[in-house]
């Protein structure tokens, strides 16, 4: 496992943009692919993007296609998200997850972290 600790969120308005950070601390974390989920208030954790061990394979839900970005520095143990175009229904506490291999479900996870889009 890693242990991975979350920064970047906090109150925007509708339009503006904010970069999520995940630190991560573990010898094998170039190895695992990582996620970010979101969870909004009253509803499950959900699936937001997801980004493979050498950063080559990314995948998004269809609801941040496109707006969203995530990527990963495997020198400085760090993976991003980059959120553009923030709606009212992005807000939720985002929570960063890492996995082995894409195969495992994810066994590490963050605090998370607030992000509030106001309209």
């Known amino acids: 496992q890693v242990q991975l600790v979350e920064s970047g969120g906090g109150l925007v308005q509708a339009g503006d943009s904010l970069r999520l950070s995940c630190a991560a601390s573990?010898?094998?974390?170039?190895?695992?692919?990582m996620g970010w989920f979101r969870q909004a208030p009253g509803k499950g954790r959900a699936f937001v993007a997801k980004?493979?061990?050498?950063?080559?394979?990314?995948i998004y839900a269809d609801s941040v296609k496109g707006r969203f970005t995530i990527s990963r520095d495997n020198a400085e143990n760090t993976v991003y998200l980059q959120m553009n175009s923030l709606k009212p229904e992005d807000t939720a506490v985002y929570y960063c997850?890492?996995?082995?291999?894409?195969?495992?479900?994810?066994?590490?996870w963050g605090q998370g972290t607030q992000v509030t889009v106001s309209s």
């Open positions: 573990g010898r094998f974390f170039s190895w695992y692919e």
């Open positions: 997850a890492a996995r082995p291999n894409s195969v495992q479900p994810y066994d590490s």
């Open positions: 980004i493979s061990w050498r950063g080559d394979n990314t």
